[in-house]
T-cell receptor
């Protein structure tokens, strides 16, 4: 049973546009929601993370929006750049072992110049 | 550079064989996690060690085993290999067992190809 569903599978955005990736989770015990960015040939790297006590977190051009009642969270990339082209993974974990994460299947983002 | 080192980067072997993947965590990190990334299943948590002891198990096959040594490096042993075991195997480390940020630092992975 997949506990974190991510969409879309792939996304093409023009330079300067907004990229939006969505995730939905099932387990209400999850309380830590990170997003990871992965470039080809590299391991995933933490981009931004949120806990359910806030509805939004912003770091530079990257924003997480969190809807606890709907059990959904999303990543917004403002002013998308070609250098943002990568695979993005959402994840969810519990505070009892936040490193044991359940990952979404990933979204391949392509930002066209 | 995450500070997590994995070897080998690439490995090609035959069905039925056994391989060992090695991971050195970031300096000072006590927790090591192993994840499998395959084309059709994304990142799947396999197993976690904390300061030498197994702490959590995920979807790890019985043919797979892992351990963490006193110097905190970890090894993932894969035996009786099947074609379906072909995947990227990532090691990640974190400072704590789970609290605080929960941030994982991933290595660059070991790509296993089973022919």
């Amino acid at each position: 049973q997949q506990q974190v569903k991510q969409s879309p599978q792939s996304l093409i955005v023009q330079k300067g546009g907004i990229s939006i990736i969505n995730c939905a989770y099932e387990n209400t015990a999850f309380d830590y929601f990170p997003w990871y960015q992965q470039f080809p040939g590299k391991g995933p790297a933490l981009l931004i993370a949120i806990r359910p006590d806030v509805s939004e977190k912003k770091e530079g051009r990257f924003t997480i929006s969190f809807n606890k009642s709907a059990k959904q969270f999303s990543l917004h990339i403002m002013d998308s750049q070609p250098g943002d082209s990568a695979t993005y993974f959402c994840a969810a974990s519990m505070n009892t072992n936040a490193g044991k994460s359940t990952f979404g299947d990933g979204t391949t983002l392509t930002v066209k110049p | 550079d995450s500070g997590v080192t994995q070897t080998p980067k690439h490995l090609i072997t035959a069905t039925g064989q056994r391989v060992t993947l090695r991971c050195s965590p970031r300096s000072g990190d006590l927790s090591v996690y192993w994840y499998q990334q395959s084309l059709d299943q994304g990142l799947q948590f396999l197993i976690q060690y904390y300061n030498g002891e197994e702490r959590a198990k995920g979807n790890i096959l019985e043919r797979f085993s892992a351990q963490q040594f006193p110097d905190l490096h970890s090894e993932l042993n894969l035996s009786s290999l099947e074609l379906g075991d072909s995947a990227l195997y990532f090691c990640a480390s974190s400072a704590w067992q789970g609290l605080v940020t929960g941030e994982l630092f991933f290595g660059e992975g070991s790509r296993l190809t089973v022919l």
